[in-house]
Structure formats: structure tokens, C-alpha cells
């Protein structure tokens, strides 16, 4: 028996993504969206000295899975640098796409039901593409 795409854990996710608000002097932002079913996720992000997220805000208008991931993503992001960031987006769109072991990424392993859905993926790694990109461009931001 396969486990059920939408389950009680990705709808408390949905429910409580941290971060709702966005940033009123990011020093990037990035807006994704998907072109299947219309979620949207926007990021900022403000980066310390060492060009690491020290402060998030978000937008997340999204289906469960997209609120989901974007409330995994708020709840491990501060700290990570653009380059981890980037891992965590390439290992996550590679593992959706069946390329490549479930990222090292807290909670992302939940998302396992939908797998064969490539529908969903979109959606899933949103939050993921959109802080990388913010992420990114702040720091070349930092470096001009």
C-alpha cells in the first residue's frame, strides 16, 4: 500500500510555515512559480557579513505541498550559506526526478509520496529554487 500524497504531517507543515511576512529591506528577493497549478512562492532574505541568511520573509501562495516544503525550508534556512542553499535545491529537484538520494535536508523524506507525481514537483521545490536564487543575489549584491 502506497502512503496517501497528502498526510496529517504535510498539512501541519502547511499550516505552520514560519517567516509569513515579508521583508520590509531584503537584501535580495526572489519570486517561483509553477506553471502547472499556479503556486507561488516569493523569498527574501537578508545576508550577514559572511553571506549567510540571517533573516527570511516570505509569501507562499501555494497548494499543501508547496506550503509544506516552503515551512521545511523557513524552518532550516537561517545560517545556510548560498552555496548550501544551492545543494539543497539541486539535490532536492535530482532526488524528485528519481536521480539521486532524499537531500540532506530536515524533513524533506516526507515528500516521498509524491514521487510519482511529477506534477507536484514544481510546487515542491519552489521555496527551495526561490531562496537559492535570493540567496545568490545577495551575496553578489555584498561582493559589488
Known sequence: MT???YNTEILRLAAT???Q?????????????SPVCGSR???????DAEGRVSEVGMLVRACALGQASSSLLASH???????ELATARDALTAWLAGAGPVP???GL????????????????????EAAAEAAAAASLQRAA
Open 21 to 33: 511576512e515579508r521583508l520590509a529591506e531584503p537584501t535580495a528577493s526572489s519570486e517561483k512559480r
Open 41 to 47: 512562492v516569493t523569498v527574501d532574505v537578508v545576508t
Open 104 to 106: 540532506d535536508w530536515p
Open 109 to 128: 523524506d516526507i515528500f516521498t509520496p509524491a514521487l510519482p507525481h511529477s506534477a507536484r514537483h514544481a510546487s515542491i521545490r519552489l521555496a527551495f
Open 17 to 19: 510555515i514560519p517567516y
Open 3 to 5: 502512503a496517501p500524497l
Open 77 to 83: 534556512v537561517i545560517g545556510r550559506s548560498p552555496a
